[in-house]
């Protein structure tokens, strides 16, 4: 009878394998802002800028959609650039209920609002 990981264990391995240079477990920490050109000023290496996304997010988001099961997901710097995200693909028309957590204020304008960039 094999015996299920559990919740720490899937949480430390899901997405990832040890590093192969030092055998660490845990990913690195990328505090770079700005990532490497090539002669072309293509970025081989995926990355451009933090804000478009770092070694760290994709990690982030890797773990997260293989514990949640999913095709993938969507890490955001806070609560509002991830409403921002949502607020843009609705069309006129489409409704997206608030989180309970939300503030009234959000709460209003995401009901309120009819159209895109409202």
Same mark, same amino acid.
């Given at each position: 009878?094999?015996?299920?990981?559990?919740?720490?264990?899937? @949480?430390?391995?899901?997405?990832?394998?040890?590093?192969? /240079?030092?055998? #660490?477990?845990?990913?690195?920490?990328?505090? %770079?802002?700005?990532?490497?050109?090539? /002669?072309?000023?293509?970025?081989?290496?995926?990355?451009?800028?933090?804000?478009?996304?770092?070694?760290?997010?994709?990690?982030?988001?890797? @773990?997260?959609?293989?514990?949640?099961?999913?095709?993938?997901?969507?890490?955001?710097?806070?609560?509002?650039?991830?409403? #921002?995200?949502?607020?843009?693909?609705?069309?006129?028309?489409?409704? %997206?209920?608030?989180?309970?957590?939300?503030?009234?204020?959000? %709460?209003? @304008?995401?009901? #309120?609002?009819?159209?895109?960039?409202?």
């Amino acid at each position: 009878m094999s015996e299920q990981a559990g919740l720490n264990t899937l @949480c430390v391995h899901a997405a990832h394998q040890p590093d192969a /240079a030092t055998g #660490a477990v845990a990913e690195p920490i990328h505090l %770079s802002t700005t990532f490497e050109r090539d /002669a072309d000023g293509g970025y081989p290496r995926g990355y451009r800028y933090s804000r478009e996304g770092t070694p760290n997010r994709a990690a982030l988001e890797a @773990c997260v959609a293989s514990l949640e099961g999913g095709a993938g997901a969507a890490a955001f710097a806070s609560g509002l650039a991830a409403s #921002a995200a949502v607020l843009s693909i609705l069309r006129p028309g489409m409704k %997206s209920p608030p989180p309970p957590t939300s503030t009234a204020g959000r %709460s209003a @304008c995401s009901s #309120a609002s009819s159209s895109p960039g409202a």
